[in-house]
């Protein structure tokens, strides 16, 4: 935490110079203030996020300052107290080792030189060989070798750092790869530093079930008791103002087999009715659907009429294989429309950076995310699924026990081994978030070993 925020130098000035009463008194009370800021920002963080970007919509839970201060007062131990208000979570604990690694580093000149960039694969030799092997062994993927050629130990050491990124793991350094290898440590601390304050938004708990879903990843992912039980590939919002998936949490409830595609009506407004006017034939497997529940003959009607703020009708897509949200989706009610679901568009989860959708999140395996949720309260939760599956009827299943969801975005978390995961701010969140940290006072400090 930036010192010059809690304005330590004159606190210290002030009780310095202190030679009355009065004087006592307004240093208790500037304490006071700068121990409920400083709390307050190890808590829930410094930041409001809304105000950095529209799409962070979470709800930052904040403790009641007569409760740090009575808490504070009723300490044994005033130390270990405030070290115990930043967040407890494994999460916030590694990173905090993670940042404390990472200044040492920077202070020691980072990585070293950058790698020039141009394609490298196994059997290359060269100087930027060298370059790449020198720079990865700085990073600790591989150990030191005077070896100039792209050998084995150099592929895997590759494919160790992409993995590490988010990256296709194929093992050649192509451009995607050595332009995230010469990111600068200094950048990557940004990086640590901003997932620490993200963590003091989020309220979660270390028992229990928990779907945590990284935009920056492109996953989803099932915990239970802190400990990662199911992992997907997933498909995000696409980088458009209106397409952006945001960030928030919610409880699920329920999932819906064989769903009914009920078109946004942005989507129908804004994509379809423009080929609605040019041919009312248009998105044929859509039916349209009036005020009063009743399907309208396309035929009859005038599209070139309506506009997006007057188009009457709702679009539906009936279930099936075809469906834009696929064999079922999975319910967390909300007021930004944003829910998990299948998709008949597998292809696009092949691709390494996977913001395509218009906010939702598809999965690649939604039935083996359903019988993992199903497992707790069904006995065989893969033929209650496919039973229902098969009628070809819309199904709602209600989940016994509902599911807290994190929507986040991190562009540095950890796991509970290996190295730190780095990934893309394909948002350009973590930058306004980097940039409001640092007008409050954040700077990069130098390790002090």
Same mark, same amino acid.
């Given at each position: ?9 004159? &606190? #210290?000035?002030?009780? =310095?110079? $202190?030679?009355? %009463? ?9 304490? *006071? ?15 409001v996020p809304s105000k950095i970007d529209g799409d962070i919509v979470r709800k930052i ?6 409760? &740090? #201060?009575?808490?504070? =007062?009723? $300490?044994?131990? %005033? ?9 407890? *979570? ?168 064989n769903p009914t595609w009920n078109v946004p009506r942005s989507i129908a407004t804004k ?179």
């Open positions: 935490m930036p010192e010059a925020r809690y304005k330590t130098d004159d &606190l #210290l000035s002030q009780m =310095a110079a $202190a030679n009355s %009463a009065r004087d006592l008194g307004l240093i208790e009370v500037a304490l *006071t203030k700068a121990y409920l800021t400083y709390a307050r920002d190890l808590t829930s963080g410094m930041l839970e904040k403790r009641e300052r007569q409760e &740090l #201060l009575d808490s504070f =007062a009723n $300490a044994q131990d %005033a130390k270990g107290f405030l070290r115990g208000l930043a967040p407890r *979570t494994p999460e916030y604990t590694r990173l905090m080792k993670a940042k404390l690694r990472m200044e040492r580093l920077v202070s020691q000149g980072g990585w070293g030189a950058v790698v020039p960039v141009r394609k490298m694969e196994p059997g290359d030799s060269g100087a930027a060989v060298v370059a790449l092997r020198d720079r990865l062994v700085r990073m600790g993927f591989m150990q030191r070798s005077a070896s100039a050629s792209y050998d084995a130990a150099l592929k895997s050491a590759v494919q160790d750092f992409q993995i590490a990124h988010g990256l296709e793991s194929d093992g050649v350094a192509g451009k995607g790869t050595v332009t995230e290898i010469n990111v600068s440590a200094e950048t990557r601390l940004k990086s640590i530093m901003v997932a620490m304050e993200r963590e003091r938004w989020l309220t979660r708990h270390a028992e229990g079930r928990e779907i945590l879903v990284n935009l920056t990843d492109f996953t989803a992912k099932i915990l239970d008791d802190g400990k990662l039980t199911f992992r997907t590939r997933s498909v995000v919002g696409k980088n458009q103002s209106d397409r952006r998936s945001p960030e928030f949490s919610d409880i699920m409830e329920h999932m819906v087999i994509e379809y009715l423009p080929m609605l006017k040019n041919n009312p034939n248009a998105v044929s497997y859509l039916r349209l659907v009036n005020g009063r529940g009743q399907t309208v003959d396309r035929s009859a009607i005038d599209f070139s009429q309506f506009t997006t703020r007057n188009f009457p009708f709702d679009m539906k897509q009936a279930p099936g294989s075809r469906n834009a949200l696929g064999l079922v989706k999975f319910m967390f009610p909300n007021k930004y429309n944003i829910y998990l679901h299948d998709t008949p568009q597998k292809a696009l989860f092949k691709r390494e950076i996977r913001a395509y959708s218009h906010g939702c999140i598809r999965l690649q395996d939604p039935f083996d995310f359903a019988y993992a949720l199903l497992a707790v309260q069904e006995d065989n939760p893969k033929q209650f699924f496919q039973t229902r599956l098969k009628t070809g009827r819309e199904t709602r299943v209600d989940l016994k026990q509902d599911v807290p969801v994190h929507i986040i975005y991190r562009t540095a978390y950890t796991e509970a081994k290996g190295p730190v995961q780095f990934r893309r701010d394909i948002y350009g969140r973590d930058a306004k978030i980097w940039k409001a940290m640092a007008n409050e006072g954040v700077a990069l400090a130098s390790y002090q070993g």
